[in-house]
């Protein structure tokens, strides 16, 4: 039986809580973490559309990216709109679960789909996050266990180095210990000194893990009480696979600023406010900068990056005109909507790997603009 704990431990580990914002609300906002869970749904939002397409459909859990309570509420009564939607759910049976800027900031994660869809290489964030401090760990394991464990470890998310899983180094050597009153040897004798082979394995892991890789340990190493030692030390991964905000890549071939934004409007999912772009319509674009959702707090940053244009969302007169009148590059505003709905299906495949559930997108388009008009003179 696959539980909403479960399909939320999935989660956490594709969209690290660590990497939200400070000011972001993420993580399961109502269920049972012990409910059953044999479909998982999909959606950006949490509309009061949504919730009644997540019942109707069977669901026991909905995923979105925009956290439902964002801000501190006084009542979820259920004459309130939120309070609505969060009985509809629980009559329903189904539990809510919001990755928002850890999903932003996650590889692969909703800007990597983003930069995916524009026809760019997904490389260094605009915004690395900085401090993700990294473990080096070394456990004594006895020979027979060695393999078990580290794959116990490897499964809990040690040993990632960029694009390679499962990295570890032995050391064959001797320990030795001598149990003593209260203890429960896996070998040796009370009161007597044992020396037995051991395999020293030595791997990384994100510090963000460690409580649940000691909790792995434990359960999966042979011993009582293993030897193992912790180190903190410094990130080196490549900075054009860090973790971050934003996305900077290259398309191919060279296009015009004009050609660009049409390549935009035709990949990205389809909207009343379509796509809109500022600077030379002929000017020529290879290096590009995406953020998913609204980036104009980014411009600043995006000036300095040597990018060629810009694509993201929300974009608001002034902050442009002023960044445009700064020498900033061409810039491409698309729907907030449909620059982070692509990414739904991107969670749903990561949770349909790691557990025999049903996944379902639900499609409703949850963009609020409903209309757009050009002039007919």
Request: proline share 6%.
């Amino acid at each position: 039986m696959t539980t909403v704990a479960e399909i939320r431990s999935i989660l956490e580990e594709a969209y690290p809580p660590s990497l939200a914002e400070s000011w972001d609300a993420v993580g399961l906002i109502c269920g049972d973490p012990a409910d059953e869970v044999k479909k998982v749904a999909f959606a950006l939002d949490c509309t009061q559309a949504v919730a009644e397409e997540a019942v109707r459909t069977g669901a026991q859990m909905l995923v979105i990216h925009h956290p439902l309570l964002m801000r501190g509420v006084t009542s979820v009564a259920a004459d309130t709109p939120k309070g609505r939607v969060i009985h509809t759910l629980i009559k329903g049976g189904v539990a809510l679960f919001a990755a928002h800027t850890n999903a932003d900031s996650a590889r692969p994660g909703v800007n990597d789909r983003l930069a995916e869809l524009v026809g760019i290489s997904s490389g260094r964030p605009i915004l690395p996050k900085t401090g993700q401090a990294v473990d080096k760990w070394g456990v004594h394991i006895p020979p027979a266990s060695a393999e078990a464990v580290k794959q116990a470890l490897f499964s809990a998310g040690a040993g990632q180095i960029a694009n390679y899983r499962a990295c570890s180094f032995d050391i064959e050597g001797t320990g030795q210990f001598m149990p003593v009153e209260g203890a429960d040897p896996t070998e040796g004798e009370i009161g007597e000194l044992h020396r037995a082979r051991e395999i020293r394995v030595e791997f990384v892991a994100p510090a963000r893990l460690r409580g649940v890789l000691l909790e792995t340990l434990r359960e999966a190493h042979p011993y009582e009480e293993p030897a193992f030692d912790i180190f903190e030390s410094v990130d080196t991964s490549d900075a054009a696979q860090a973790l971050g905000l934003g996305r900077i890549g290259e398309l191919p071939e060279p296009m015009s600023l004009r050609d660009f934004t049409q390549q935009v409007a035709d990949t990205l999912p389809v909207t009343e406010w379509g796509v809109r772009a500022a600077g030379d319509p002929d000017a020529m674009i290879k290096r590009v900068a995406v953020s998913s959702g609204s980036g104009d707090s980014f411009l600043d940053a995006v000036r300095g990056l040597g990018v060629d244009a810009y694509v993201t969302s929300d974009l608001r007169h002034h902050p442009v005109d002023e960044y445009l009148r700064a020498g900033g590059p061409p810039v491409i505003d698309t729907a907030h909507w449909a620059s982070e709905f692509p990414w739904t299906a991107q969670a749903a495949g990561i949770v349909g790997e790691g557990a025999d559930v049903e996944t379902h997108v639900i499609d409703l388009r949850t963009d609020p603009w409903t209309l757009s008009a050009h002039a007919t003179k």
